[in-house]
């Protein structure tokens, strides 16, 4: 801070200080205080020739400096404040450019490293172990990135290779005599999937109305889950054949990976719902006599499958969800997912695997010493349905109270084997002996050993016939055994608790 005295307009502006003139009974007219923030010699502030320093005072005010006119307020503030003066520089050395430091009331000159040892080895350590990380990170990352595009083009791979199976199928086979759809005409015969009917492992079914009017139920196969195979499987079955007593495939639907089946509705659902029932639902019951009716005509529907086509197709998975009824109740086989063609004249079936539902699959399905797998596994299957039809239950069950009655099957043969009559409520006379009827029938279906059990066709002739005329089969058993039944009933009995634990064990 100068303090000039100078005549009238002696001091030129300036774009380097600030300035003010302050009036006071001690200085004469044109007194004023420079201030300047910017070390310049005096010659460099531009000042006149007339103009003198009276004094110069160090400030160290903090307040910013505006190049214009200041007040006298400020430059008292100023010389108040004073200056500040650090004087531990002047014990270092000139050349020694370090930091000067107080330590034990003595000045210390030190010229600091470009980075303390004490920091370098950690920062050494941590750039080592981030390095690491990001380098294992990114090399994690790409082996994910890569692992990622294999999966998508071997799914894609796959997926594509069932179309192009399922099409080289469809140009093949001449005979497929349902309509090909594509997926927007599903879209508008569904009204875009809004009723929905039900659902399954291997999809959705949907209900929908063709241009004509009729009322139809197209299953979307599930894409997860579905290998191609089903689809032909379907296609190639019921797509080829027309009977009174097997559901009509109107059309399907191949597009990449969607693929759809049309069927006729059957507007009574499956007969699932009705065998299994409670008494007490009206609604849902069906007399004796009706069951009978429909027993007849599943019999004959896959007698038809048997002997009817120029094909032998076996179902492989015969049971009440699988028998749809129409609104007059008419019964008609459905899901041919496990389905397989045969010449006619092949009697012996290879598969590698075992197929069908736990409760209706065929022995020979699982041991190999019980016989051939052939079209008496779908004759077990039927006589499984039969006898649930004509008791209306489980045939295994393991929370009957009766312990006798565990496997229905076995207790209905002792019950008709000792001349005991079977009893089922609400039924009639004529109705107790349709249902023992249908009991019968059951039996000689169920036998162990594929040769025991009859064809189909004889299956329905002894479903016509009376039933004083039926012979009483051979007590079933589970296992092949060579000794009579009546001497292993006890090793049988034994063998049944231990299927029971194993098979309730399984759908817990």
């Known amino acids: 801070m100068l303090y000039l005295k100078c005549p009238p307009y002696g001091v030129k502006s300036s774009a380097t200080a600030a300035a003010t003139t302050c009036m006071n009974g001690s200085y004469a ?23 003198q320093v009276e004094w110069m005072y160090l400030t160290s005010w903090p307040t910013e400096i505006k190049h214009t006119n200041i007040s006298c307020t400020d430059n008292h503030h100023m010389l108040l404040y004073g200056f500040e003066l650090s004087w531990l520089k002047a014990y270092c050395k000139n050349d020694d450019p370090g930091y000067a430091m107080l330590s034990d009331h003595k000045v210390i000159c030190y010229k600091p490293p470009l980075m303390p040892k004490i920091f370098l080895v950690p920062l050494i350590v941590g750039c080592l172990v981030y390095g690491t990380i990001l380098f294992f990170l990114g090399k994690f990352g790409l082996g994910v990135l890569f692992i990622v595009i294999f999966c998508i083009c071997k799914w894609r791979r796959r997926h594509l290779s069932i179309y192009d199976s399922i099409e080289d199928f469809l140009r093949s086979d001449n005979n497929i005599m349902p309509i090909r759809y594509s997926y927007k005409e599903i879209k508008n015969i569904t009204g875009k999937f809004k009723t929905k009917l039900g659902n399954g492992g291997y999809g959705s079914v949907f209900q929908g109305k063709l241009r004509s009017g009729r009322l139809v139920a197209v299953k979307v196969l599930n894409k997860a889950k579905s290998n191609g195979q089903e689809f032909i499987n379907e296609v190639a079955t019921i797509g080829r054949i027309h009977h009174v007593n097997v559901v009509q495939l ?6 990449g990976t969607k693929r759809c089946l049309v069927y006729e509705l059957m507007q009574n659902g499956s007969l699932e719902k009705y065998i299994f029932s409670p008494q007490e639902s009206a609604s849902n019951s069906l007399s004796c006599e009706k069951l009978y009716n429909i027993s007849l005509g599943v019999a004959r529907g896959i007698e038809y499958l048997h ?35 045969y010449p006619t004249d092949k009697s012996i079936v290879s598969l590698t695997a075992a197929r069908g539902t736990i409760g209706y699959m065929a022995p020979e399905l699982f041991y190999r010493n ?65 249902a ?27 479903l016509e016939q009376d039933e004083d005329l039926l012979e009483m089969p051979p007590k079933p058993y589970f296992y092949p055994l060579d000794e009579p039944a009546d001497e292993v009933r006890e090793e049988n009995s034994s063998r049944l608790f231990s299927v029971i634990s194993s098979v309730t064990g399984s759908k817990e």
Not at 436 to 461: G, Y
Request: glycine share 6%; net charge negative; with cysteine.
């Open 370 to 434: 019980v016989g051939t797998i052939s079209y008496k596994a779908d004759v077990y299957s039927f006589g499984m349905l039969l006898m649930e039809m004509a008791s209306r239950r489980k045939n295994l069950n393991a929370l009957t109270e009766n312990s006798s009655q565990i496997y229905f099957p076995f207790w209905v043969y002792d019950q008709l084997q000792d001349g005991r009559e079977i009893t089922i409520e609400n039924d009639t006379d004529e109705e107790m002996k349709l």
């Open 29 to 51: 007219l044109g007194s004023t205080f420079y201030v300047s923030d910017i070390d310049k010699p005096l010659q460099d502030l531009a000042f006149g020739d007339l103009c």
């Open 436 to 462: 023992k009827k249908m009991m019968i029938v059951a039996l000689w279906c169920i036998h162990t050993k594929p040769n025991d059990r009859p064809s189909m066709k004889r299956v329905v002739e002894m």
């Open 307 to 341: 002997n009817g086509c120029d094909i032998k197709i076996l179902h492989f998975d015969i049971k009440p969800h699988n028998i749809l009824l129409d609104e007059k109740f008419n019964p008609k086989v459905s899901d041919f997912g496990l389905a397989r063609l």
């Open 250 to 255: 109107i059309g399907f639907c191949v597009e």
